[in-house]
């Protein structure tokens, strides 16, 4: 039998970390499958969108094509476009079935009901797109003013997705009120996104490496004979093309990580903001009492 983990309760940084690799061990199975299964028809689309931009740049660079480069500048456009939308689809519907998976877990004792995870992750799923464009905007409009403003907000845009799934906040209720959850517990939640975050990413980099070797193999960068006239014909390789979309399938995967980290991240503040957990916990008791 599985072992149940507690969202609802207070958690150190450590304890985040290690529930967080926990619950996706316990659950691997049936959590990717019933993740992927709502988002792959649009995570398909992206990884062959990804795939088409990389064979259109290269084609472009390609002096030979010279006369065809406005039909190519024109798809290009049309592949940025398709790329850009099919991968916040597949974010958006990936990260929502996360956090619907986790909200089914809780609800019932460990037992995820998978049609109520599909069922709610498109029943929410504009809105959810919604708040998460609007996360980005905040997000990339931050970075812009400065460097240090998004290690600011990064903080509350962490949690403002699980808002709107565990407590059904509006969008506005959920931006605004991600700020009053982390005023008091800001910097062990910064320190918390950040190792998680550095977790993920020296991850994700090992699965680049394949991709990252092999296209500096085809360069000659390692036996000293680089030709730079290779360097186009690289972005058409069949192969290369091949490990970038594995690689992408798999940061797409790793993304998993950060979002239940973040469910982790939002019930540790709940718990010490409203004592929810506890008052459930209190509650259970008396009625078994009863």
Not at 91 to 105: C, G, K, R
Not at 236 to 251: A, E, G, K
């Amino acid at each position: 039998m599985k072992s149940f983990i507690e969202f609802k309760k207070q958690r150190e940084l450590a304890d985040i970390i290690t529930d967080t690799f926990g619950f996706i061990r316990v659950e691997l199975k049936p959590f990717l499958k019933t993740v992927l299964k709502i988002s792959g028809p649009y995570l398909a689309i992206f990884l062959l969108a990804m795939a088409a931009y990389t064979y259109t740049v290269g084609d472009i660079f390609n002096l030979s094509n010279f006369n065809g480069q406005t039909n190519n500048l024109l798809l290009l456009f049309f592949v940025i476009i398709l790329f850009i939308v099919s991968a916040m689809l597949a974010y958006t519907f990936a990260t929502s079935a996360v956090l619907h998976y986790i909200e089914s877990y809780i609800n019932n004792n460990g037992n995820v009901n998978k049609e109520e995870v599909k069922h709610n992750t498109n029943d929410t799923i504009w809105s959810f797109l919604g708040l998460n464009v609007l996360k980005w905007l905040t997000l990339i409009g931050s970075a812009f003013i400065c460097i240090f403003p998004i290690f600011y907000f990064m903080v509350p845009m962490t949690v403002v997705l699980c808002l709107f799934v565990f407590e059904k906040k509006d969008i506005g209720s959920s931006f605004s009120d991600s700020f009053k959850l982390i005023k008091d517990e800001f910097w062990i939640t910064f320190a918390t996104i950040f190792v998680l975050g550095l977790i993920v990413m020296v991850a994700g980099y090992a699965f680049s490496l394949p991709a990252s070797i092999y296209s500096f193999i085809k360069l000659g960068v390692f036996s000293g004979e680089m030709d730079p006239t290779t360097m186009t014909s690289s972005f058409v390789d069949p192969v290369l093309i091949l490990l970038n979309m594995i690689s992408y399938l798999f940061q797409f995967i790793l993304n998993f990580i950060s979002v239940v980290g973040a469910a982790f991240i939002y019930f540790n503040l709940n718990e010490r903001k409203n004592f929810t957990g506890t008052l459930e916990r209190i509650q259970s008791i008396g009625k078994s009492e009863d």
